[in-house]
T-cell receptor, first 113, second 113 residues
């Protein structure tokens, strides 16, 4: 158990809908990262937050957004969902960023029908 | 972005044998991390090796790093069925502007009983 929790575990929705994925980092970790894993794209970094502020963006679509709250939990919002957004979404956390180990949550499996 | 490429793509060995997988990357790094992913589950951090280290051990795992060749290897000794998983390397470079890790397609390791 990494100490990172994600909810929900599974999500099935329809195209055009909007969903919110939630992540609670390990106790004491300030950085939260979001990743997307799909069969065709592999595991891709989406976005990083550090202590409530956006720190870096990766391959995140404009339809996706995220935020980190004062209690350090984070939410990833996916809107106008398309079939191709079906994937595993992982959250990871680290103490600060960069040189530390990232601890991954169990993921949320999203299926868009 | 700094991405590692794992080789081979797939490896099947008998239980008890050693498994070696390799990672190559393109630019200078601060550290390189190896992760394991069991099917459909979150990534588990295995080991982090810093750029000034050449070899590191953790239980049955041995990681080497050759910065002159921009390559790393992960050796799993006395393999067990539970080692069946995908293995990813993640080279980290602090000057890249983002702390998110970039993963390759991984090495899929199958341990035959």
């Amino acid at each position: 158990d990494s100490g990172v929790t994600q909810t929900p575990k599974h999500l099935i929705t329809a195209t055009g809908q909007r969903v919110t994925l939630r992540c609670s980092p390990r106790s004491g970790d300030l950085s939260v990262y979001w990743y997307q894993q799909s069969l065709d794209q592999g595991l891709q970094f989406l976005i990083q937050y550090y202590n409530g502020e956006e720190r870096a963006k990766g391959n995140i679509l404009e339809r996706f957004s995220a935020q980190q709250f004062p209690d350090l939990h984070s939410e990833l919002n996916l809107s106008s969902l398309e079939l191709g957004d079906s994937a595993l979404y992982f959250c990871a956390s680290s103490l600060a960023g960069g040189t530390e180990t990232q601890y991954f949550g169990p993921g949320t499996r999203l299926l868009v029908l | 972005s700094q991405q590692g490429e794992e080789d081979p793509q797939a490896l099947s060995i008998q239980e008890g044998e050693n498994a070696t997988m390799n990672c190559s990357y393109k630019t200078s790094i601060n550290n390189l991390q190896w992760y394991r992913q069991n099917s459909g589950r979150g990534l588990v951090h295995l080991i982090l090796i810093r750029s000034n280290e050449r070899e590191k051990h953790s239980g049955r795992l041995r990681v080497t790093l050759d910065t002159s060749k921009k390559s790393s290897s992960l050796l799993i000794t006395a393999s067990r069925a539970a080692d069946t998983a995908s293995y990813f390397c993640a080279p980290y470079y602090s000057g890249g502007g983002a702390d998110g890790l970039t993963f390759g397609k991984g090495t899929h390791l199958i341990i035959q009983p």
